[in-house]
């Protein structure tokens, strides 16, 4: 994942930064002693999102589905929570966000990890039909399944979940950091930016707590 730095702002910010996602995260603590278990904690829901939803990577479980040739794909709840996200984002745009782009930004030249991309060269005059969200089949386990399920694309479509897949991990990142457990955490415990996988984390407010579940 690349080399991290970590400085504290002043008496009460902590930060840590280091490459994520062919971009940056940055983590801020309010208790700077605990900014190396912050940055961990981040790291490793960093690490879920890139081994369930890169493009860039063979052995993720979304290329496993793009390349599936249009069968059933058996796959985990971080690809399924930002699939879900897709087709909500894919519904409430009527189409104009659409997780079917993946050929689309290959065609265009986005096939490789920013890094691997050259900084100039020549235009490119190139256009993909978009297959289309409402192609997308996705089935959620029930129960103590609920964090499997199957996605299934037809033969040729390709996903790209770039956004979906970071903004649903942003509060968990958030919470992991501050150390509540995945299945119960304060609401205010965390606040969290998915803008370029940016995460900061506080301690709880005093007084009585507020519960949410885990998405």
């Known amino acids: ?3 991290a730095t970590g400085h504290a702002l002043g008496p009460a910010i902590g930060l840590a930064a280091f490459p994520a996602l ?12 605990r900014l190396e278990d912050a940055r ?7 690490d879920a ?3 369930a939803c890169s493009r860039f ?5 979304l290329e496993g589905v793009n390349g599936a040739g249009g069968r059933a794909v058996a796959v985990g709840g971080v690809l399924l929570d930002a699939l879900e ?3 909500r984002a894919a519904r409430l745009t009527d189409g104009d966000v659409d997780p079917t782009v993946g050929h689309a930004l ?10 691997a991309v050259p900084p100039t060269g020549r235009p490119l005059v190139r256009a993909a039909a978009v297959p289309g969200w409402r192609l997308v089949r996705l089935e959620r386990g029930r129960g103590p399944d609920r964090g499997r399920g199957l996605v299934r694309v037809p033969a040729g479509v390709r996903l790209d979940l770039t956004p979906p897949a970071e903004a649903p991990r942003a509060r968990p990142s958030a919470c992991a950091a501050a150390g509540w ?17 940016t995460t900061s984390s506080t301690p709880p407010p005093a007084g009585p707590r507020r519960w949410c579940g885990a998405p």
């Open 106 to 115: 290959r065609v265009l030249g986005y096939d490789r990890d920013f890094a």
């Open 85 to 87: 996200a897709a087709l």
């Open 181 to 197: 457990p995945r299945r119960a955490r304060p609401c205010a415990a965390g606040r969290a930016a998915a803008s370029s996988s």
């Open 40 to 46: 961990r904690a981040v790291a490793a829901e960093v």
């Open 49 to 51: 999102i890139d081994r």
């Open 57 to 61: 990577r063979p052995d993720s479980e």
């Open 22 to 33: 062919g971009t940056g995260a940055v983590v801020l603590v309010t208790v700077p002693a």
């Open 1 to 3: 994942m690349g080399p």
